[in-house]
């Protein structure tokens, strides 16, 4: 048995996939999270879509050679441990993520970043298999990155890749981490909802909000943006052409800095908006590409919101099956 | 024999120096660089000023066991040519700076990029010695950047290490690159010295120019800005203000993204300002940094103004010493 099982554990979905040796994807299946009731029970509730994506790959859990999982939050990969994870009630502290899971399922689990996992999922079987160097950007309610280099992860000291909080405009708007100028304080979902609030507060007409009750949305999906842009909403435009800019200087400036092959665009609204809004990024980073006469590729994630799941698959612990 | 020649080839001046087995100087020179003749002209200045360094190691530039360089421009190492130097007349085309070189001074000779040299010279014998990973950032006439990860220079296509092009203020003043908002538009000695005239010619009151004369300089050197400084220039201190801020942004997105243990500060207003400017380049940094319980130390370059010049002596080929 060499099949293997991987988590992508989200703010509101769980996704779970089983993979073949190969890395090709047997089954799959997702469900909430229930981060309104501590670490515990979203533990319980990975294992449950665990045991359903066996059960659509025709396996049973319990004989996964192991189980890796993208978790937000820090991550400890040798202890297994999380801790705060901003988005679940109750997980600031550590916890035994590892431990809890493997006693829950019956398998070997490993635990490590949500976003370098899926940068090495696109980078070993998705867009970025022909680059030896790439940047992943994870476009979603905040930014993500990761980096491969020369084949392997580049984590620092274990917070490498924070593209989102690259800065973009010193000075500049305030983001969700506190500081000024970053790029997610632009681009990040959660950044351009709260400036769409404020406008429309201030008498900015916008369809966003009817857009997202008519959807029984609490908040601006990346669905309820599209559905926007495709109405001509002006105020939509507006923030989504400041957030295209804003990750073109960003990831513009990590071209500069790190010359790699390839940049791949994922995330939910990375996903959502697809190739036009990759060739309106690649647009915005080539004004700042230093050595323009040769710019990475920028291309589209290709694993689709599976890539979490297969990159957390891909770190599943073998030794075991 | 293992002594080595190293040579920095800068835009006003030429370094050179010979160290022994252990990258320790033994006897070092320097010269005018004489920019309005030619590369051939500056080749043979190159090996004069190489053969001066011998001498003052006691030995002769012919016994050498080879010399390294470093250059700006595009360097080609494995030929051993140099194109596009900006700073001297008649050098956009390939010039076989290598062979030259080798010819004039009878050793083996290889080329490389200054900034990369100067920073493993730094990584290898000076102030980051007692990390694996840093980013060297050269503060100078432009803005450079080296980068060693693992211990190893990360050079990208060849490309890597633009830290003077990472955007700071997406739409910002323009660089000297053409692009908008490039750390080097903020920081770059000669992005200062334009802004400095253009203020001074609009009538603000200021004494960088008067002390230019003094010295009879034609450009605001570091020297100039530092006298300044002193006497309390306002123009002086409100254009270093800025610098400091634009490289704080920019060494804090690359911090952000790399998660490096060490950054070191070079280049002839970093080696000018000395301690006091790393410690105000630190501080604007940490306003950046995103995962700031853990920053990087920010450190002096501690080879000083024959950091490039040991760092091309690295690369000397020694083969056929």
Same mark, same amino acid.
């Given at each position: 048995m060499s099949m293997r099982g991987g988590i992508d554990l989200g703010g509101t979905k769980i996704q779970a996939v089983v993979v073949d040796a190969e890395g090709k994807? %047997?089954?799959?299946? !997702?469900?909430?999270? +229930? /981060?309104?009731?501590?670490p515990q029970e979203v533990a319980a509730a990975m294992a449950a879509v665990m045991r359903e994506a066996a059960s659509a790959a025709g396996a049973d859990a319990g004989s996964l050679a192991g189980v890796g999982v993208g978790s937000p939050g820090e991550v400890d990969s040798e202890s297994g441990t999380v801790s705060n994870v901003v988005n679940i009630l109750d997980w600031s502290g550590p916890f035994p993520l590892g431990e809890t899971l493997a006693s829950e399922i019956g398998?070997?689990?490993? &635990? @490590?970043?949500?976003?370098?996992? @899926?940068?090495? =999922?696109?980078?070993?079987?998705? =867009?970025?298999?022909?680059? #030896?160097?790439? %940047? $992943?950007?994870?476009?979603?309610?905040?930014? $993500?990155?990761?980096?491969?280099?020369?084949g392997k992860p580049w984590v620092g000291r274990g917070a490498a890749g924070e593209i989102g909080h690259v800065v973009v405009r010193r000075g500049g708007a305030r983001c969700p981490c506190g500081r000024r100028g970053c790029m997610e304080a632009y681009a990040g979902r959660a950044a351009m909802e709260a400036r769409a609030r404020r406008r429309a507060?201030?008498?900015?007409?916008t369809v966003l909000f009817e857009i997202m009750e008519e959807r029984g949305r609490d908040r601006l999906a990346s669905g309820v943006w599209a559905r926007a842009l495709a109405h001509g909403d002006t105020l939509a435009q507006d923030l989504i052409e400041r957030a295209v800019k804003a990750l073109g200087a960003g990831v513009g400036s990590a071209v500069n800095l790190l010359d790699v092959e390839a940049v791949v665009i994922g995330g939910g609204l990375g996903l959502r908006f697809g190739e036009p809004m990759v060739? !309106? &990024?690649?647009? @915005?980073?080539? !004004? /700042?590409?230093? #050595?323009?006469?040769?710019? +990475?590729?920028?291309? %589209?994630?290709?694993?689709?919101?599976?890539?979490?799941? &297969?990159?957390?698959? %891909? !770190? =599943? +612990?073998?030794g075991g099956g």
């Amino acid at each position: 048995m060499s099949m293997r099982g991987g988590i992508d554990l989200g703010g509101t979905k769980i996704q779970a996939v089983v993979v073949d040796a190969e890395g090709k994807p %047997l089954g799959d299946a !997702r469900g909430p999270t +229930p /981060h309104a009731r501590g670490p515990q029970e979203v533990a319980a509730a990975m294992a449950a879509v665990m045991r359903e994506a066996a059960s659509a790959a025709g396996a049973d859990a319990g004989s996964l050679a192991g189980v890796g999982v993208g978790s937000p939050g820090e991550v400890d990969s040798e202890s297994g441990t999380v801790s705060n994870v901003v988005n679940i009630l109750d997980w600031s502290g550590p916890f035994p993520l590892g431990e809890t899971l493997a006693s829950e399922i019956g398998v070997p689990v490993a &635990i @490590a970043n949500d976003v370098q996992v @899926a940068t090495e =999922a696109e980078a070993t079987l998705g =867009a970025g298999t022909d680059y #030896s160097s790439l %940047l $992943g950007v994870f476009w979603g309610t905040g930014v $993500g990155g990761g980096i491969v280099l020369d084949g392997k992860p580049w984590v620092g000291r274990g917070a490498a890749g924070e593209i989102g909080h690259v800065v973009v405009r010193r000075g500049g708007a305030r983001c969700p981490c506190g500081r000024r100028g970053c790029m997610e304080a632009y681009a990040g979902r959660a950044a351009m909802e709260a400036r769409a609030r404020r406008r429309a507060g201030q008498g900015e007409r916008t369809v966003l909000f009817e857009i997202m009750e008519e959807r029984g949305r609490d908040r601006l999906a990346s669905g309820v943006w599209a559905r926007a842009l495709a109405h001509g909403d002006t105020l939509a435009q507006d923030l989504i052409e400041r957030a295209v800019k804003a990750l073109g200087a960003g990831v513009g400036s990590a071209v500069n800095l790190l010359d790699v092959e390839a940049v791949v665009i994922g995330g939910g609204l990375g996903l959502r908006f697809g190739e036009p809004m990759v060739d !309106r &990024i690649r647009a @915005a980073m080539m !004004r /700042h590409v230093f #050595s323009d006469e040769r710019p +990475p590729v920028v291309r %589209l994630a290709a694993l689709g919101d599976l890539g979490g799941a &297969i990159g957390g698959a %891909l !770190r =599943a +612990p073998t030794g075991g099956g």
